[in-house]
């Protein structure tokens, strides 16, 4: 397979030059602006937030806009900060539309778990639901997927720092979220927590079966996890791109070159994310990157 097949090497094909990441931040802020400022709480209970009744409506853009409104402030600054944190190098390992698709997808689908809680459970989960957490929490998983083993620091309470690995925050999450759905009529927190597990669920799946990329992550997470430790730590030289010199020339070919000097990033890349590549892997993609634009 060609380097050009290769995910991380791709052009992006959105048109955009932006990030996504940072432009959703600008879109749940200004989306909060407009909430309180300009909308009617009526209008926005009614036709906005999602619920039960909105849905049986026939009110299904609620699966979406209920994503951009946010109940306070601080609803809003922890979920554009978790984005923020985590959805670079999501958005940096999936590319744009991908990484946004992940965002929405996991959003809708944790949004109908919610609902179908309320169906069932009108009594405890009947109420409307806003926030941009299902979301958020789809995008913690992937970035899990693409690195489980990575230690983050998190602050407990906000003040104590514990550092974990990015797959126990998963697990945390869940743990919290089915503690919150089962006792719900107890502790009445009022947090959709059966959304935050549906987005969960959702960054899971997608990052295991929604992309079909060639062997840069789903071939990561099956065949290779099974044959071989993707973490290789590699000491290259960077060499001169062959310059189309046959194997007996002395140059090595460019599969070679691929194969050497390129799938080692590539397979880091897989296991711990694009930030964990060196001053000097970077350079070594840069170039293979740039050689092949010029193809």
């Known amino acids: 397979m060609g380097l050009a097949d290769r ?20 879109l749940l802020v200004i989306a909060f602006i407009l909430q309180k400022a300009i909308i009617h709480p009526y209008f926005e209970a009614e036709y906005l937030e999602l619920s ?11 699966l979406l806009s209920f994503q951009f409104l946010h109940s306070t402030p601080l609803h809003l600054i922890l979920n554009a900060f978790t984005l923020w944190m ?7 390992a999936l590319g744009k539309l991908r990484f946004l698709a992940l965002y929405l997808l996991s959003g809708v689908i ?18 409307g639901v806003v926030g941009a957490s299902a979301g958020v929490f789809g995008v913690i998983a992937a970035f899990a997927m693409l690195g489980p083993n990575r230690i983050l620091t998190m602050l407990l309470f906000f003040i104590i720092p514990v550092n974990m690995r990015a797959i ?5 999450s869940v743990g919290i979220s089915v503690f919150g759905i089962l ?12 959304a935050h597990l549906g987005g969960i669920i959702t960054g899971v799946l997608f990052m295991k079966y929604g992309l079909r990329l060639s062997d840069n992550i789903s071939d990561s997470f099956e065949s290779r996890r099974q044959k071989r430790d993707l973490i290789r730590a590699v000491s290259i ?14 140059e090595v070919s460019e ?23 060196t001053e000097h892997e970077r350079k070594v993609l840069e170039a293979a990157r740039n050689k092949m634009a010029k193809r």
């Open 7 to 26: 995910h991380y090497m791709r052009e992006p094909t959105s048109p955009w030059r932006f990030s996504a990441t940072v432009t959703l931040v600008i």
């Open 52 to 62: 039960l009744d909105g849905i049986r409506h026939g009110y299904v853009w609620e």
């Open 86 to 92: 985590f959805g670079r190098e999501v958005e940096d």
């Open 110 to 127: 944790g949004g109908l778990f919610q609902i179908l809680l309320s169906f069932m459970w009108p009594a405890v989960f009947g109420g």
């Open 168 to 172: 126990m925050l998963v697990w945390l």
């Open 183 to 194: 006792f719900a009529h107890r502790n009445g927190d009022n947090v959709a927590h059966a």
């Open 237 to 250: 030289k960077i060499p001169k791109w062959p310059q189309g010199k046959s194997e007996g020339s002395g």
């Open 255 to 277: 599969q070679e070159f691929i194969s050497r000097e390129v799938d080692p990033i590539l397979d880091k890349i897989s296991q711990h994310g694009i930030q964990s590549l």
